[in-house]
């Protein structure tokens, strides 16, 4: 059985750092490109960023980049999101998905709020 579980959301002040974690179980984890996603309230899922097979690159939207940092430990099964000097504009659900030789899994999710 494929899962994808998100964990280490919650509560931050602005400036804060947060890093969130998916682990994964059920699939071959090494052969699947890494993704981060989220959606804020309101707004439709935005692409954050990826990691690729091997960590050989990492690759980000333009506007996270400088803040955000995606690694991985494929001993582990465990995709991971370093988030940064973070703003109030980060608050979203996060996700990750997978992509790979069985097509896309995505997780359920986890909560980033940060407010003062």
């Known amino acids: 059985q494929v899962q994808l579980v998100e964990s280490g959301g919650g509560l931050v002040q602005p400036g804060g750092s947060l890093r969130l974690s998916c682990a994964a179980s059920g699939f071959n984890f090494r052969a699947y490109i890494m993704n981060w996603y989220r959606q804020a309230p309101g707004k439709e899922r935005e692409w954050v960023g990826v990691i690729s097979v091997n960590s050989y690159s990492t690759n980000y939207v333009d506007s996270l980049k400088d803040r955000f940092i995606i690694s991985r430990d494929d001993a582990k099964s465990t995709l991971y999101l370093q988030m940064n000097s973070l703003k109030s504009e980060d608050t979203a659900v996060y996700y990750c998905?997978?992509?790979?030789?069985?097509?896309?899994?995505w997780g359920q999710g986890t909560a980033v709020t940060v407010s003062s």
């Open positions: 998905k997978a992509h790979g030789p069985g097509g896309d899994f």
